[in-house]
T-cell receptor
Framework: EAQVTQNPRYLITVTGKKLTVTCSQNMNHEYMSWYRQDPGLGLRQIYYSMNVEVTDKGDVPEGYKVSRKEKRNFPLILESPSPNQTSLYFC????????????FGDGTRLSIL | DQQVKQNSPSLSVQEGRISILNCDYTNSMFDYFLWYKKYPAEGPTFLISISSIKDKNEDGRFTVFLNKSAKHLSLHIVPSQPGDSAVYFCAASGYWNRLTFGEGTQLTVNP
């Protein structure tokens, strides 16, 4: 089954403790992206990747890092999480870098205390 | 600044009637528009899209209309079904498939 898989689905942690949210897709997609969803703001793009080793900032990249060492994986790293990063996070992918629908994972709810 | 806006946080309609969800945008560089549906505890699911060279795209019960001069798009669902109850997001892209989302509209279809 074609899918985008995120782990963990839920995490409660404390300020400053490094964490990684993994994202994997099995569709051989070139393009992958991370979004965060906050009440009243919709989804906002954090980082995106156009292919292996090619990443760039989205609209809200502060406090986040990403890497794309393999085509299928695109982890989101919070080196020193803070409470304002408490949010619902979505990973997405699409076949190419050109405008087309993105397929989303089921989300990761992070709570930073 | 919010470049894509959905001014109605919620909409309630009767089963069988038409649902119309609206979206406005400000960035004239956007040339591809999409609607996503989201159920609780799931990721957004793609519904329908439209390129800026068109003004209408239809897929079954779903039709998206684009008015470029007004920078406005709408999603029509006919007939509405209780299973359509979800949050609907409109999104726009200008390049590199970078999506800008609206705030979302909660649609409730009453039996």
């Amino acid at each position: 089954e074609a899918q985008v898989t995120q782990n963990p689905r839920y995490l409660i942690t404390v300020t400053g403790k490094k964490l990684t949210v993994t994202c994997s897709q099995n569709m051989n997609h070139e393009y992958m992206s991370w979004y965060r969803q906050d009440p009243g703001l919709g989804l906002r793009q954090i980082y995106y990747s156009m292919n292996v080793e090619v990443t760039d900032k989205g609209d809200v990249p502060e406090g986040y890092k990403v890497s794309r060492k393999e085509k299928r994986n695109f982890p989101l790293i919070l080196e020193s999480p803070s409470p304002n990063q408490t949010s619902l996070y979505f990973c997405a992918s699409s076949l190419t870098i050109f405008n087309q629908p993105q397929h989303f994972g089921d989300g990761t709810r992070l709570s930073i205390l | 600044d919010q470049q894509v806006k959905q001014n109605s946080p919620s909409l309630s309609v009767q089963e069988g009637r038409i649902s119309i969800l609206n979206c406005d945008y400000t960035n004239s560089m956007f040339d591809y528009f999409l609607w996503y549906k989201k159920y609780p505890a799931e990721g957004p699911t793609f519904l329908i899209s439209i390129s800026s060279i068109k003004d209408k795209n239809e897929d079954g019960r779903f039709t998206v209309f684009l008015n470029k001069s007004a920078k406005h798009l709408s999603l029509h669902i006919v007939p509405s079904q209780p299973g359509d109850s979800a949050v609907y997001f409109c999104a726009a892209s200008g390049y590199w498939n970078r999506l800008t989302f609206g705030e979302g509209t909660q649609l409730t279809v009453n039996p």
